[in-house]
Nanobody, 130 residues
Framework: QVQLVESGGGSVQAGGSLRLSCAVSLDSFSDRCMGWFRQAPGKEREGVAVIGTDGNTGYADSVKGRFTISKDNAKNALYLQMDSLKPEDTAMYYC????????????????????????WGQGTQVTVSS
């Protein structure tokens, strides 16, 4: 059974940091385009960050310079380091995966822009207070 399980969310004051983790029980983890997305109450889901199979990364303009996406292929784990958090970062955060061995960096980025990922976690809540 495909599982993506997020953890690491919580409540933090503005300016603080959190590190989200996503444990992935998919085969060929290293061959998958992976992404982080978020959805705030009353708003549409938006992309936060994406990482390709060769380690290329991309970020939403709103988080550039503050968030860092990374992965550990040996542990089948995806991470999102979030620094200098702002109240507008408050949302449910989801990790997502593409199918294995189908993506170039270009197609990974394109899929991220459309949130076209077939596998999703249940989400972890991040709340930032001012």
């Amino acid at each position: 059974q495909v599982q993506l399980v997020e953890s690491g969310g919580g409540s933090v004051q503005a300016g603080g940091s959190l590190r989200l983790s996503c444990a992935v029980s998919l085969d060929s983890f290293s061959d998958r385009c992976m992404g982080w997305f978020r959805q705030a109450p009353g708003k549409e889901r938006e992309g936060v960050a994406v990482i390709g199979t060769d380690g290329n990364t991309g970020y939403a303009d709103s988080v550039k310079g503050r968030f860092t996406i990374s992965k550990d292929n040996a542990k089948n784990a995806l991470y999102l380091q979030m620094d200098s958090l702002k109240p507008e970062d408050t949302a449910m955060y989801y990790c997502a995966a593409r199918a294995a061995r189908i993506d170039s960096w270009y197609s990974c980025w394109s899929a991220y822009a459309r949130a076209s990922f077939p596998y999703w976690g249940q989400g972890t809540q991040v709340t930032v207070s001012s």
